[in-house]
């Protein structure tokens, strides 16, 4: 299964009818409807509609629609009814005509300077009214069910180059814990050698024996540091954790929540192997591998 990113935008319309029979075949040939949709990240499904009052009726099958196909992400939907009529004069109602005369005689007797109603704007508010009217649901159906169609394409190339991102952080964040790997070993001889030379000089200095207590000691402390500084354990964990990311991003779906629990994983190896840290270089792989899964994590924040 593919990748989804959670950010996306796509729209879509129900184009004017092309010829004079099609725009007759159409119950709103005089007007174009418009549905764009947005999404971007969230923990949860978050649906937000922007509807014109012809179309809000339709905002329960227009939800079941999207929850079916978009399991994660803020989702916000426009729609809009467009007049588009440019042909051909309808004639006005007499219960419009009836209407448009009684709000006429309330506009004025509150402003009686207001200029009356002309033919024209009789007919334009009459060519509107009717292009607008009517059942919009199977209209409204088909041209979100393009955009969405289109939303989850767009999702899907987005997810796409966050799964070639994260293969290329784990592929970087693996050299570096291979970098890391033999540095232990070698940092625990140099500091057994270094023990053992302090002691031989404490022995030279004091007649060539020393207290057992003080032998005990120099033996407790070289050994603590030793268990101090290995960060095997945090290496193999990180090495799992890496495994299962790889695993997850090939599987593909809806994988971006355990993702997320992964990196704040990853993140914990990384501030452990960092503290142990006790020279320069070990540091530096610390805090290289912090900077890649910092990128990570913002990365996976979308993946849904």
């Known amino acids: 299964m593919p990748v989804y990113s959670m950010t996306g935008y796509a729209s879509g319309q129900s184009g004017p009818a092309g010829s004079h029979s099609e725009a007759e075949a159409r119950p709103h040939a005089a007007a174009r409807l418009g549905v764009e949709i947005r999404s971007v990240n969230s923990r949860f499904l978050d649906l937000t509609f922007k509807l014109p009052e012809e179309l809000r009726q339709h905002e329960p099958a227009l939800r079941e629609l999207l929850t079916g196909r978009l399991k994660r992400g803020k989702v916000e939907v426009r729609a809009a009814i467009e007049n588009t009529s440019n042909a051909g004069i309808g004639e006005p109602s007499a219960k419009l005509l009836q209407r448009l005369n009684g709000l006429q005689d309330s506009v004025k007797a509150w402003l009686p300077t207001a200029r009356e109603l002309s033919v024209a704007d009789v007919l334009r508010l009459a060519a509107g009214d009717t292009a607008t009217k009517g059942d919009w649901g199977p209209d409204l159906t088909e041209v979100t069910e393009k955009a969405l169609k289109a939303l989850l394409s767009a999702r899907e190339r987005e997810g796409a180059r966050l799964a070639k991102m994260l293969q290329d952080h784990l592929t970087q964040l693996r050299a570096l814990a291979t970098q890391a790997l033999p540095l232990v070993p070698q940092l625990v001889e140099q500091q057994r050698t270094r023990f053992l030379e302090r ?11 020393l207290p057992e207590a003080a032998q005990d000691r120099a033996l407790t402390e070289a050994t603590a540091f030793a268990i101090r500084i290995d960060v095997a354990e945090e290496l193999t964990r990180l ?3 890496l495994d299962e990311i790889e695993r997850l991003v090939k ?8 993702l997320d629990f992964l990196i704040q994983e990853l993140h914990r190896e990384a501030n452990t192997l960092g503290s142990k840290s006790a020279t320069l ?3 530096r792989i610390g805090v290289d591998m912090k900077v890649l899964i910092e990128q990570m994590r913002e990365q996976v924040q979308n993946i849904e």
């Open 199 to 209: 002691w031989q000089e404490a022995m030279g200095l004091s007649g060539g024996t």
């Open 239 to 241: 090495n799992s954790h």
């Open 251 to 258: 599987k593909g779906g809806e994988i971006g929540k355990r």
């Open 281 to 283: 270089e070990l540091t």
